[in-house]
């Protein structure tokens, strides 16, 4: 979330709430009174309403300006500002070209000939766009390049403009994919293996059965400093499941932070039915304080519980209709699910306007067969700005024994 604003959302239950947190009834009541929200979509787009990074805003912002009828040329005028305020509307320019928006695409095309940030803006219409609505811009390139104080990084569209990129300063290393499991594990067992090989050999465990040998070496796959684990531990000591929970009651109780806290991740991971109501309590506290970053992980959890775990549903649909960050609403949906699914066909529905990939996704396989669903999820498929993974789910959901319904 960008600084340059002090940011103070909007109540979730209003227009302007809902769009600020990228809530898909937040789309279906500003295409109700597209005057009034015009500017609050405009405003979506000028501030970064996104709780952290890994949020997604654009396609939502794209969406709106294109199914109310709204004029690129704000979006356009952004381009003018700082980088962050560039690239947001760089972002939601591409789409609206992708859409058919004439201004849209020729706005970026005039800004790589005249921006600042040019060469961000050209890297990345070069890999959302068809080739042949940038690759003419080739000249413009090369004689703009060498004002830059560096080189660019990336080799698209550089190398097929014949601009010179920077080399990156790393060799690549050969994969580990060949060796046995057997192998992998005295690799990281031994103290004289470098730590990326050591990451390299964690990747391709991760891709196998659990490798039961890994438990005793956990302890020692800590970074040098030791003040956290080697990337990819996480996920290899989470396949090994239950087996890893004798091991994680030691690991529970080390002076080291990083590795007690996973040996208590794996213990609340597999918990038994005693552990439901400390998980209930962590989710109330996390909502009376406001905590925005976690919750997924504590829904996630008392997911398992199923029904036994009706207590926390309140909390979840609180979560679900007031957190800013809209990566985690996927997980209170899943988790809601699986205890409770009374009233969720609604959820379900304004769910395929949300801006999260993940959460159209679930809504596409999960929302009751009806012609306003069925007509939203056709409209995603044939959205030339939607991803291609939930276009491929959309055809996947309207295919049906007696043939396509549209």
């Not at 294109?66 to 591409?94: F, K, M, N, Y």
């Not at 609604?346 to 996704?361: A, M, P």
């Not at 995603?380 to 055809?395: G, I, K, N, S, Y």
Request: charged content about 25%.
């Amino acid at each position: 979330m960008s600084d340059e604003y002090e940011m103070s959302y909007a109540r979730p239950d209003s227009v302007e709430g809902l769009l600020q947190r990228g809530r898909g009834l937040g789309a279906v009541r500003a295409l109700q009174d597209p005057r009034r929200s015009a500017v609050l979509v405009y405003d979506g787009i000028r501030r970064d309403w996104r709780w952290d990074q890994t949020d997604e805003r654009s396609l939502y912002l794209a969406r709106l300006v294109h199914d109310l009828d709204l004029s690129p040329t704000p979006i356009v005028d952004q381009l003018a500002g700082d980088e962050e305020a560039c690239l947001r509307a760089c972002e939601v320019l591409e789409l609206l070209a992708l859409a058919g928006s004439v201004e849209a695409r020729e706005g970026l095309r005039a800004y790589v000939r005249q921006g600042e940030h040019w060469v961000r803006v050209l890297e990345s219409i070069s890999a959302g766009w068809p080739a042949e609505w940038w690759e003419d811009l080739g000249d413009v390139a090369r004689a703009r390049i060498g004002a830059e104080a560096e080189l660019p990084w990336f080799s698209e569209p550089w190398t097929r403009f014949g601009v010179e990129v920077q080399s990156h300063p790393f060799v690549p290393r050969p994969s580990l994919a060949g060796l046995s499991t057997a192998e992998l594990l005295a690799l990281l067992a031994d103290t004289r293996t470098e730590d990326a090989t050591k990451v390299d050999a964690l990747r391709a465990l991760n891709g196998r059965e659990p490798a039961e040998g890994l438990i005793p070496l956990v302890p020692s796959l800590g970074t040098s400093d030791g003040r956290r684990p080697l990337p990819l531990l996480g996920r290899a000591v989470e396949c090994l499941g239950t087996l890893a929970v004798p091991a994680a009651h030691g690991w529970a109780q080390e002076d080291r932070p990083w590795l007690a806290q996973l040996g208590a991740d794996v213990l609340v991971d597999h918990a038994g039915p005693e552990a439901l109501p400390g998980l209930v309590d962590e989710l109330v506290e996390q909502w009376t304080a406001r905590t925005w970053c976690g919750p997924d992980r504590t829904a996630r959890r008392l997911a398992r519980f199923g029904p036994d775990a009706s207590g926390a549903v309140p909390y979840l649909r609180r979560f679900w209709l007031g957190t800013p960050h809209s990566y985690e609403r996927a997980a209170y949906l899943e988790t809601l699910a699986a205890i409770d699914r009374d009233g969720l066909e609604y959820v379900y529905t304004e769910s395929l306007w949300d801006c999260e990939e993940t959460t159209r996704l679930l809504a596409i396989t999960s929302a009751p067969t009806s012609p306003e669903t069925l007509g939203r999820i056709a409209v995603l498929r044939d959205d030339p700005m939607e991803t291609t993974e939930v276009r491929a789910a959309a055809r996947a959901r309207l295919v049906t024994p007696i043939g396509r319904l549209s």
